[in-house]
């Protein structure tokens, strides 16, 4: 029997968004982001190319995955069997630890997993930015996933010049995040849909041309532990995507009222002394970054507000990582 070859990525939650492509198909961004590898939330996927098999299969949290899923994972899979000699199909087998499709991206997790265990089952010894280009063409945030740590996506123009670096290791900050999770449904417009209609708000431009500041001022403030500036920059650069989102042709609202009351308990707690800030994805769940210290007191916080289901709490993580060498 063909052995298998397992890796495992951390999703990770951009501190500032990538929202819009320049190059649909090749996940080309219109900006470029930041954001932190979240220890704790783990995708776990095995892969065993298989000459038997008569196309890619793809089991999801031990069941088999839908055709769209499978389809875009066979998509991926031609990606890397176009790099390698591999000609066959794969058996794809993954686990996820937290809910898939309600603001942990999963699809970050997935590719990168996905990635650095079906070019290592193809035979491929591939750079940590080649692999993180790989994973973009997956799911773009997911080249985020590959690199450890405080992580930057440069947006680039090209197929080779877009990939996610590390600026600084995981141990540079002991941050936490407190998923606040509002919603277990899977949400209805995905974040591919979503990029695609970015460009019909007339906010987006703006937004565009004004993150190269943003991304400087959270770099600088991640780089000199500056918690109050890195609050308000985050704050800021959700609020922006939400506001495309919202003035989008079909305008897209993610956000349900526990959203908004978590938004403004966080705002107070600020306020009143607590370190802590708020930063919400393509969906209603909202991840309230806090030091590490602070983790179990803010869950709890959150935990007590109106509307929230669970509360799910990470670290920040380290790089996408085989577990079985072939
Ligand atoms: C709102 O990376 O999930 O989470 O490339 O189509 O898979 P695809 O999109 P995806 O988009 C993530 C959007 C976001 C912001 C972010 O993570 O930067």
């Known amino acids: 029997m063909n052995q298998f070859t397992t890796a495992l990525s951390n999703p990770n939650i951009a501190l500032i968004k990538y929202w819009g492509n320049r190059d649909e198909r090749l996940r080309i961004p219109s900006n470029g982001s930041i954001s932190i590898n979240l220890a704790g939330l783990e995708t776990r996927t095995s892969v065993c190319f298989d000459p038997t098999l008569p196309q890619d299969t793809l089991t999801l949290n031990g069941a088999p995955a839908g055709n769209?899923?499978?389809?875009?994972?066979?998509?991926?899979?031609?990606?890397?069997?176009?790099?390698?000699?591999?000609?066959?199909?794969?058996?794809?087998?993954?686990?996820?630890?937290?809910?898939?499709?309600?603001?942990?991206?999963?699809?970050?997790?997935?590719?990168?997993?996905?990635?650095?265990?079906?070019?290592?089952?193809?035979g491929l010894q591939l750079s940590e930015q080649e692999l993180s280009r790989l994973a973009r063409r997956g799911s773009g945030s997911a080249c985020r996933s590959i690199p450890g740590g405080f992580v930057e996506w440069f947006a680039g123009d090209s197929d080779e010049t877009s990939f996610a670096e590390s600026f600084a290791p995981a141990g540079h900050w002991a941050l936490g995040d407190c998923i606040a999770i509002v919603s277990q449904a899977h949400k209805s417009t995905g974040s591919t849909e979503g990029h695609s209609t970015a460009s019909t708000s007339l906010l987006q431009d703006t937004r565009i041309a004004t993150t190269p500041r943003r991304l400087e001022t959270c770099r600088r403030a991640i780089i000199n532990r500056d918690f109050n500036s890195l609050a308000e920059v985050v704050e800021?650069?959700?609020?922006?995507?939400?506001?495309?989102?919202?003035?989008?042709?079909?305008?897209?609202?993610?956000?349900?009222?526990?959203?908004l009351g978590?938004?403004?308990?966080?705002?107070?707690?600020?306020?009143?002394?607590?370190p802590c800030f708020y930063t919400i994805d393509a969906g209603p769940n909202v991840h309230v970054i806090c030091l590490e210290n602070k983790i179990e007191h803010v869950a709890a916080r959150l935990q007590r507000l109106p509307g929230v289901l669970e509360v799910r709490t990470a670290t920040v993580g380290g790089p996408a990582r085989l577990i079985v060498q072939r």
């Open 68 to 122: 769209a899923a499978r389809e875009r994972v066979s998509a991926f899979l031609d990606q890397v069997r176009v790099m390698s000699e591999v000609r066959s199909f794969a058996a794809v087998v993954s686990e996820n630890n937290f809910p898939t499709g309600a603001g942990i991206a999963s699809s970050a997790s997935a590719f990168a997993a996905l990635g650095l265990a079906a070019s290592h089952a193809a």
């Open 236 to 259: 800021l650069d959700s609020n922006l995507m939400h506001a495309v989102m919202m003035t989008s042709q079909p305008p897209l609202l993610y956000w349900q009222p526990a959203t």
């Open 262 to 274: 978590i938004m403004q308990a966080v705002q107070e707690w600020r306020s009143g002394g607590l």
